[in-house]
């Protein structure tokens, strides 16, 4: 019987099954091509006790993250984010030569570069191997570990407690959410801040964001199950911010318990969204699953037609989000020659499931493709503004997520 994670409750409804796909970032080399793939059930579900919205834990972090082939500092927009929010948190919290900053799941050093730029003492905690040897490559302390209550100790004994803990785009990639969260409070000052970025529910519902979940995605938050999520490690949530990023975020600010103090109005705010959205109940929930269908009808309708008129179709990027979308919707290279990315790590292996080759970006260049996939759809504004130069031979993307769009780009 599945238990929610968070409650333990049994009380687990269906919001969307996407059937069974592989790990998102288990991309194959050319010698797997010829052996099986393991597959694992996508049935996203929400506990009507808590209302936390969770899939099953069928695998195991380590399994994703000991090797890992994200790095996040492919994306300059990103790049970007992590160095405003650096700047605004030293002013925020004062931040100087005399306070430290923890970044938990701090992948490349993406974001305590900037960090170690201000001199301020950091240090990051990463459990992937190559990419925390990326970070340290790059100057930036990391610790390879996976969070818990123990490795929050040990770094807090060793290090001191931290004035600031980041801890971006990972608290839906951990099963054990009561853990990692005390590890969090392990790790921060009695009178320090912890801001955490995670991907909002609500606009994941309204926007048909479908292609975000996936197996290392373990939950999905609102601003209402997130106060219960951080309670449960012994902090409380003081403020929240709604971000664009992901396709729209939360940055959640917390503090332990003891030294919150009330919450901001900002918090009441989204509560009453996520209220009036009927997330709180099970309304918000029923037709997600109808628009999800259309996504998949809509884009194989425009595959289909295009490849009967001889047209030409690659992607651009390959995220772990594509290969959801990939999955669901059945799309082969018959319909999708090949897809590019700017990692190298990427290069010349293929993606799970669908078996699509992942090549450099200049190949499209070379080829002057019909149409582009964009498939890390979150950075809309940034891959127009790199793909504009498919108006030379009047190519055009295709966005596909919240609906299908085509775009004629122009320099």
Request: proline share 6%; net charge negative.
């Amino acid at each position: 019987m599945t238990r929610c994670r968070l409650c333990g409750s049994t009380a687990l409804e269906s919001v969307v099954d996407l059937g069974a796909t592989p790990p998102c970032e288990s991309f194959l080399a050319a010698e797997q091509l010829d052996a099986p793939e393991q597959t694992y059930p996508l049935h996203l579900r929400v506990c009507t006790d808590c209302r936390l919205a969770q899939i099953p834990p069928l695998i195991t972090p380590e399994e994703t993250f000991s090797e890992y082939a994200y790095f996040s500092s492919y994306s300059s927009s990103w790049v970007e984010h992590a160095r405003v929010f650096v700047e605004d948190a030293a002013a925020r919290l004062g931040l100087g030569e005399d306070s430290f900053v923890v970044e938990v799941a701090s992948n490349d050093g993406y974001l305590l570069r900037h960090v170690v730029d201000r001199g301020i003492r950091c240090l990051g905690v990463e459990p992937s191997v190559n990419v925390g040897a990326a970070a340290r490559e790059a100057g930036v302390p990391t610790h390879t570990a996976f969070l818990s209550p123990e490795t929050g100790a040990e770094v807090r004994a060793e290090h001191g407690p931290a004035d600031l803990v980041v801890a971006n785009n990972v608290y839906a990639h951990i099963p054990d959410v009561i853990g990692f969260t005390k590890g969090l409070r392990a790790l921060v000052a009695d009178d320090g801040w912890v801001s955490i970025e995670v991907q909002h529910l609500l606009t994941l519902i309204e926007e048909n964001q479908y292609d975000t979940i996936y197996h290392e995605h373990f939950q999905y938050y609102t601003v209402a199950s997130a106060i219960r999520a951080l309670a449960s490690g012994g902090l409380a949530l003081v403020d929240v911010e709604l971000l664009p990023t992901h396709g729209g975020s939360l940055r959640l600010w917390a503090r332990p318990e003891e030294t919150a103090g009330e919450p901001s109005r900002r918090v009441a705010d989204v509560l009453a969204r996520e209220k009036a959205a009927g997330l709180q109940e099970l309304s918000g929930y029923t037709e997600f699953s109808a628009r999800v269908a259309k996504v998949r009808r809509d884009l194989l309708r425009f595959l289909v037609e295009a490849a009967e008129e001889g047209k030409t179709v690659v992607g651009y990027g390959a995220p772990g989000k594509g290969n959801t979308l990939l999955n669901h919707c059945g799309i082969r290279p018959d319909l999708l020659a090949y897809t590019v990315d700017r990692n190298p790590y990427k290069h010349g292996r293929y993606t799970p499931g669908t078996r699509i080759p992942i090549l450099p970006p200049e190949r499209i260049a070379a080829d002057r493709p019909d149409y582009v996939l964009v498939l890390p759809w979150n950075l809309r504004a940034e891959l127009t503004e790199q793909l504009a130069y498919v108006h030379e031979w009047g190519g055009r993307l295709v966005f596909p997520i919240p609906e299908l769009s085509i775009v004629e780009v122009s320099r």
